[in-house]
């Protein structure tokens, strides 16, 4: 059975709530930049400066990441957040940082992303786990953009899984220690290298090294025979990297429309509800809270790992 995908709309906040039902939970992270512009292309500059922020951001925050990619347009990360705060502050200061680092470097003086990122638990099960983690690596060859997941010229952990590597470097710049200092932004005497780890995902924990990195070549090979083929079926082929390079990055896709975001991911109809009905129950403990708070009860309970809202607006009284 394909991967079950459902939609619920809750007309009482304004924001979608985040929601991880387990803590240590898989999340796949998506953001995307604003209007679908090439903000993020490729390029030895941007790399250099979004690995440098993702690693700084990682030892900050001691998130735990399996496998990321930046496209020219959105990301796609998948991580273990053990909280929803600890999640948030990660990705606050990722999307921060690589957002003034992207706008220098493309003299962008608008917001870079869209929106707020958007997360979905995937379920614990081996085959949701494996379909999440072929997805991303798909990312750049389901586009048409590169003939493998290897090829792709931007930030990508492809070819470092592939090659058995856990580490990425990068490059991330104290702006305040240079600005204090009277400096120019690009001097590297304010800047150090940043170092990404990678862990295996759950299900290839307990596998040896060499088990791991199979696994990861194997899936590589299968993306690059299905790419190949439907490009023989299509008498078509990828726009190829130079293209890619070439992108002005203020430029927008034509009839931009991404698809909705689905709120879990899991294989079966049984493993989504249950997530589903986790998530509608603590929804529901979350919304009973904030009616409590709003009525004037200072004392009340909040569901675990949950931020209250802001307290109401009281009048000041008349003098």
Same mark, same amino acid.
């Given at each position: 059975m394909g991967e079950v995908r459902a939609f619920v709309v809750l007309s009482f906040v304004g924001r979608e709530p985040r929601f991880i039902e387990t803590p240590g939970r898989v999340v796949e992270i998506t953001a995307? @930049?604003?209007h679908g512009r090439y903000l993020l292309? %490729?390029? %030895?500059?941007?790399?250099e400066l979004v690995l440098g922020v993702v690693g700084r951001a990682q030892a900050k925050y001691d998130m735990v990441l399996f496998a990321f990619v930046f496209m020219s347009n959105h990301m796609h990360l998948l991580a273990k957040a053990e909280s929803v705060q600890q999640m948030s502050l990660f990705m606050g200061f990722a999307l921060g940082n690589i957002a003034r680092e992207v706008g220098v470097v493309h003299q962008w003086r608008q917001k870079i992303w869209a929106r707020r990122y958007h997360h979905a638990p995937v379920k614990d099960d081996e085959a949701d786990q494996i379909s999440r983690f072929r997805y991303l690596l798909k990312n750049g060859c389901k586009e048409d953009l590169v003939a493998s997941p290897l090829d792709w010229p931007g930030v990508t952990t492809a070819s470092a899984?592939?090659?058995g590597q856990r580490e990425l470097t990068g490059r991330w710049f104290d702006r @305040? !220690? !240079?600005y204090r200092a009277g400096r120019p932004r690009g001097d590297r005497e304010f800047s150090s290298v940043e170092t990404v780890r990678l862990s295996p995902m759950p299900f290839l924990a307990d596998r040896s090294a060499a088990d791991q990195q199979r696994f990861v070549i194997d899936s590589v090979r299968q993306i690059e025979e299905e790419t190949a083929e439907r490009h023989r079926a299509n008498g078509s082929r990828p726009i190829g990297a130079r293209l890619v390079n070439s992108q002005r990055p203020h430029a927008a896709p034509k009839n931009f429309t991404p698809s909705p975001a689905p709120r879990f991911h899991a294989s079966n109809r049984k493993a989504y509800q249950e997530l589903l009905e986790a998530r509608r129950n603590k929804v529901a403990a979350y919304r009973w809270a904030a009616e409590r708070l709003k009525a004037g009860e200072r004392d009340v309970e909040f569901p675990h790992d949950c931020? %209250? %809202?802001g307290l109401p607006f009281v009048e000041p009284a008349p003098t």
């Open positions: 995307r @930049t604003i292309r %490729p390029s %030895p500059v941007v790399n899984l592939h090659n @305040t !220690a !240079a931020f %209250p %809202p």
